[in-house]
């Protein structure tokens, strides 16, 4: 059975799998203190449906998101990426952390299909789920340099017994 622990417990393992097998970063649970910046960010979505529908998202600074990209493709300067090199990489994470929340997931959730992940300039994730909506939400701290938010909205759309 999927409740708000078991889902926020596996988008967290999937961050922190995905961090450090394609980042090559270490990435641990912030809780509740995990500092956020008012500075812009860069928020990388994707959506899912089928017995579950919802959206995942990823949101971090933008130096955050550079270094990330920088760290995939094995580069040591950051600051020589592009705004397109840096959303992909974005974009990829969202792909490979629902991916690996799918995989957690699927047992319970029953089937469930993923778009394509989508990249923009924001904070905040919003979707038109409407009340019945659940909301997880993850804080992470990132080599305990930069934070990143993982969002998970969800609600089931079929009853499952």
Known sequence: MLTT?????????SAKEVFETMVFMALEDAGEDGAVTDEAAVLGSITFKGDLEGCLGVCCSPTCARTIAA?????????SLGENETND???EIANMVMGAVKSRIQQDAGAIEVSIPTVVQGRELR???GDKANRVTVRA???EEYT??????YRETTRRE
């Open 148 to 153: 990143a938010v993982f969002s998970l909205l």
């Open 71 to 79: 760290n995939m493709l094995g580069m040591d300067n950051s600051e």
């Open 5 to 13: 622990v078991s889902i926020r417990d596996a988008v967290l393992d």
């Open 89 to 91: 990489a974005i974009g």
């Open 141 to 143: 701290n990132i080599e």
């Open 127 to 129: 979707t038109n789920l």
